[in-house]
């Protein structure tokens, strides 16, 4: 059975705030150190103070996020709703030249036991959860939604975008990259107790936001260890986030390629050979069509983009019955990812590398950085992959399994400033 609740969002006060544009900025997780500087310089009251905080010498970060916090609700630069409300939120993009649009809301989630669990497909860092702890501890507030996916068996979504059509949004912006966000207030008693009892018959998982999930769950243990008694229904039971639906008109995934710096040169004709004992390699002298290929055939097999020096190729695996011997120990449907096939023959079969070493993997979305980069260094290669499906993350996740790290991109990310839930109470 799955919880939500409506909540009181704390927002920014668009009658001191005119121009949402510029306090609002993505989760931290996404945001480069470049980034990081432009949204610091874009505006004094943008959110990048409190989610991502400069490191100083001599200050403590996680404590200056919580004075900004308390300080811009202190001047009604943040504001709280009167009254408990689902938030229903649209976001329209483009993606390669067609324009669509993502529909879901964003409400308190609870954390999950043994009846309600929230399945989650993805590893996480020890270093990334320590880091989110202490901003809540400090903050006592969720300053970014989860992002979680359900399978929307009653077609809740559509029918509140079919009861916001007509209104007027309270929240309109457009951020960076061109996405156009909206949220509408959902406040009426008989329709958010509808949309609970409906709720509570599908199945949640985890898109984006494992570590703050974790870290909810982590403080959320620290106070109940701390309290004398609990009724299971206080602030910390329950976390904010961002639902929506598996419809694939709106949701998109984006591959998140892997661009191999070895400590030293590979032997590029030994590795080559060692490759055609696993896969059928063909080399694209277009780039463009390159691409064009690896998506075409990932639809219909396993494929792989690989380049080095200029020269572009796919890998198409010959038996993937061979990652039954490799890796016998991991469930049929994470065997069958394009990642486990990178990972497991190339990475570490082939090339003998620890798949964990940092040093010599690095994770990047965009095709053309991982491009540039290796032509700046002709010893770097890059592996191109497509997206994992969404019908796979639930199958991994919904067996207790867990996919490689980075495997999935959610395209585009909530922002973070449009709503914070703050804690009360503890």
């Known amino acids: 059975m799955t919880k939500i609740r409506p909540f009181k969002a704390i927002i920014y006060n668009q009658e001191k705030i005119k121009n949402l544009s510029s306090v609002v900025c993505p989760p931290y997780d996404v945001i480069s150190p470049r980034r990081q500087e432009y949204f610091h310089d874009l505006d004094p009251n943008n959110f990048i103070r409190i989610i991502l905080g400069k490191d100083v010498p001599g200050e403590d970060k996680y404590k200056r996020s919580a004075e900004y916090f308390n300080d811009w609700l202190k001047k009604k630069v ?67 939604p989860i992002f979680v996916v359900f399978p929307d068996k009653k077609r809740i979504v559509q029918s509140l975008k079919t009861q916001c059509a007509d209104k007027k949004p309270f929240i309109e912006l457009t951020d960076d990259e061109r996405t156009r966000h909206k949220l509408w207030k959902i406040d009426a008693p008989g329709i958010l107790s509808g949309i609970q009892a409906i709720m509570a018959k599908e199945d949640i998982f ?120 490799m890796i016998a120990d991991r469930p049929p449907e994470y065997r069958s990812l394009d990642v486990s096939i990178l990972n497991y023959i190339i990475l570490k079969n082939i090339l003998g590398l620890e798949l964990e070493d940092k040093r010599i993997l690095e994770f990047i979305p965009e095709a053309n950085e991982l491009i540039r980069q290796a032509d700046e260094n002709p010893s770097y290669i890059a592996f191109f992959l497509n997206p994992v499906k969404v019908q796979q993350i639930m199958a991994v ?17 909530v922002l973070s400033g449009l709503l914070i839930n703050k804690l009360e109470g503890e």
Request: with cysteine; hydrophobic share 35%.
């Open 206 to 325: 985890i898109a984006d936001g494992h570590h703050r999930f974790e870290v909810a769950c982590a403080y959320r243990q620290e106070l109940k260890d701390k309290l004398a008694a609990i009724t299971g229904e206080e602030d910390f039971n329950y976390v904010m986030a961002y639902f929506t639906n598996t419809d694939p008109h709106g949701l998109t995934i984006l591959p998140i390629h892997r661009l191999l710096k070895p400590d030293s040169a590979i032997d590029f004709s030994s590795f080559a050979s060692r490759l055609e004992e696993y896969f059928h390699i063909e080399e694209i002298k277009d780039k463009s069509r390159f691409f064009f290929l690896i998506e075409k055939a990932g639809w219909i097999e396993h494929v792989l983009g690989m380049y080095n020096r200029g020269k572009c190729w796919l890998l198409r695996i010959k038996n993937i019955k061979i990652l039954d011997k």
């Open 78 to 144: 943040l504001i709280q709703d009167e009254k408990p409300a689902v938030y229903f939120y649209s976001q329209q993009y483009n993606l390669k030249g067609e324009t669509k649009t993502r529909y879901g809301f964003i409400a308190l989630l609870y954390l999950g036991d043994d009846k309600s669990p929230v399945y989650g497909h993805e590893h996480t860092h020890l270093e990334a959860k320590e880091d989110r702890l202490r901003l809540l501890k400090a903050v006592r507030a969720n300053l970014s």
């Open 397 to 413: 996740a919904a067996n207790g399994n867990k996919m490689p790290p980075k495997s999935t991109y959610f395209y585009p990310k």
